[in-house]
């Protein structure tokens, strides 16, 4: 898609009026933001010297920044590198109301990955399919996701980084990687095209910014800001779901198929097991033992493992945990207990009070009671309307996927 | 005081009756603190090959692990390190009800980092002020500190390393620095004797341990965390704090001392001052820029900064903050505004919401409202009674510090 956007030069004259009519609009749609409680994400993503870092800082200058939140994305830290590679996007997730603007995102992210050999084509692939079910969600529980790239030409960067080059201020900003970068643009380039056109979805379409021009650059991110913004919050006042209109064709995802095990119904489980207490203690000890040796084994090899636990209530939970628990390496667990949501958890994606309590690779998280409240007693107690539940669903399998 | 150490060997026929009864009390004890919402913090330091691990896991085997989190304490990590000390501490404190038990603590941190020559003596008595004001802050708050120090010998520290070096399971667990280590024994030993010392507090008085003989180790830490639960869980029973019975006379801590600045009063505030519009917009100018440049040089020498606003309803700090933020580089602060304290932070010591805000070295925190709550508007609408505010003079000083 790219090699489809057109470089423009807009007057500053021109643009003048425009842009100040749609600076003092912003700050009414963000206002209406917070009133609506729409959480917004906007990325900004692009070529290094396109501009992102000072467009962001126009965009923001009217706003208010109790109710926004900055954050540069660079490469994942010790830390973040033992979760799951989106692990630090959940995280950051904003709650209803706020705004939570990315220097660089998810995007950028998996293309340097890539360029730098990080990632091999296959988990590439399976990132994309990451953020296309990421994005999905998000947009189906009422998130505005403003996806922008900031495109230059090969010619307009050069210059650009010369310049930042020669001036001794900003000499700093620039290295060698980043000329390196700019003699392979064609390469770069096909890589992000590629991307953009394995994401361009109807719950989170592009908007490519044209921005040799920083006027134009201006001009087009406002426009889409303020649009989509508006848009949205005009839909969740009719209680629909908002459809951002799309720059490009949209691309078709093809949905994650999940093999279903058959599994016993609950109505003809065996309720008559038995053991006699002998064969138990030696079941038990010999499963322990087996467990305790699997633990070291996860640990050598860094696989992260979750136990689930769903049931009755008196169903006897606590004492299984606990007898689980008993067989492990205490400093290699760590038992979750899932309470009532609490405010901050209530303002987001149902899912990020789980994938914040994620432990680290090696490590054996264990949940008492799980995001299967979203599809057992919350639309039992009425908490979550059963349509929204139904959609949990799927957002379940991808979850454990 | 570790000289007065006396190793001894218990047999384990002798101890089977008192730990028996002990373990079965644990569990009674545990529930206790549970419905007491007592928050517990057990942190295990000792020699290398002392049996931390294995007396963590005597421990928690009749505990229910939905109450309890161990965690092992290792180097701060890159993260860790861009922030205040401790950070990691306040961030793992247990909720009323839970245990935190450590393996490892933020004594063993700074008694490794300055072997390691990574603090200089300077550093390390500035730390122990430190975790002398952090365990008087927690004990204050009602938080139960149980300290164990697992002593061994030189020498039965020299036999446990060549086992578990000479046994091919265990051999990863010793390295070169554990025999070098038991070498300078003698330079260790007066060290961690120094920091026990100096932090043998009223607050959190030491238990020493003789743990050459491990049923001797296993019985007297299970009488000093078995004593002080119950303890503690008396004492707040009647409304009184716990004053855990000491092993060795407690050591006097010299009070931080802080130089008040005399400030103009509320009432004699000049409230006449006035600016021309064009006054106002050229120091705003002025000041705008010289406050970008500053935070310039406070990235680059890694000062964290915090601005915190309090002030009248409607007294202007919205607009007051945007002008602030507006002068700064976006990726460099972060506005966090104070509502009112979720359940998981009612839950936990006061100033843990606001440590668990606090933003790398080099960055802008800007607080919109703070710690200040507790003493102006929680008295004034009775959320927390006047003497518990009054002590919030102390900590307030002491976090800033």
């Known amino acids: 898609m790219l090699e489809l956007i057109e470089q423009k030069k807009t007057k500053k004259t021109d643009a003048a009026e425009e842009l100040s009519s749609m600076r003092a609009q912003l700050i009414d749609i963000a206002n209406a933001a917070k009133s609506a409680k729409l959480p917004v994400i906007i990325t900004f993503d692009g070529w290094a010297a396109a501009g992102k870092g000072s467009q962001i800082a126009k965009l923001i200058k009217y706003m208010d920044p109790r109710f926004y939140n900055v954050e540069p994305i660079r490469k994942p830290n010790e830390p973040e590198k033992r979760k799951p590679w989106m692990h630090r996007y959940w995280l950051k997730l904003p709650a209803g109301g706020e705004f939570l603007i990315l220097d660089g995102s998810w995007y950028s992210d998996i293309v340097k990955s890539y360029m730098n050999g990080d990632i091999d084509k296959e988990e590439y692939k399976r990132r994309i399919a990451d953020i296309n079910v990421f994005e999905r969600q998000l947009h189906d529980d009422g998130y ?38 700019n003699k392979r643009y064609d ?43 508006t848009g949205a919050c005009d839909a969740k006042a009719k209680g629909k779901p908002y459809k951002m209109p799309a720059q490009f064709p949209i691309t078709d995802i093809e949905p994650l198929k999940f093999d279903l095990v058959r599994t016993v119904k609950l109505a003809k489980t065996d309720m008559n097991k038995e053991l006699t207490d002998e ?25 992260p493992v979750i136990v689930a636990y769903e049931g009755w209530d008196a169903g006897g939970k606590g004492g299984n945990i606990k007898r689980v628990a008993s067989a492990l390496d205490p400093r290699g667990y760590e038992v979750k207990p899932i309470a009532a949501p609490e405010p901050s958890e209530l303002a987001r994606h149902y899912l990020w009070r789980f994938w914040k309590r994620l432990e680290n690779d090696g490590h054996f998280t264990i949940f008492d009671r799980t995001w299967y409240g ?15 539940a139904d959609m949990a669903y799927r957002e379940i399998n991808e979850f454990e996927y």
């Open 279 to 303: 064969e138990y203690r030696t079941a038990l000890d010999k499963y322990q033992s087996r467990l305790f040796e699997l633990q070291n084994l996860c640990y050598q090899r860094k696989i």
């Open 144 to 181: 505005l996701i403003i996806k922008l790239f900031l495109h230059i030409t090969q010619g307009e960067q050069r210059k650009r980084l010369k310049a930042l080059y020669e001036d001794k201020f900003t000499r700093w900003r620039v290295d060698e990687q980043d000329f390196i970068n």
């Open 374 to 388: 979203r599809v057992m007693v919350e639309p039992i107690e009425k908490i979550t309307p059963q349509a929204r």
């Open 187 to 229: 390469k770069i380039f096909r890589r992000y095209d590629k991307t953009i056109s394995r994401t361009n979805t109807a719950s989170a379409p592009w908007n490519i910014i044209p921005a040799n021009d920083r006027v134009t650059a201006e001009l087009e991110i406002m426009r889409a800001v303020t649009s989509s913004i």
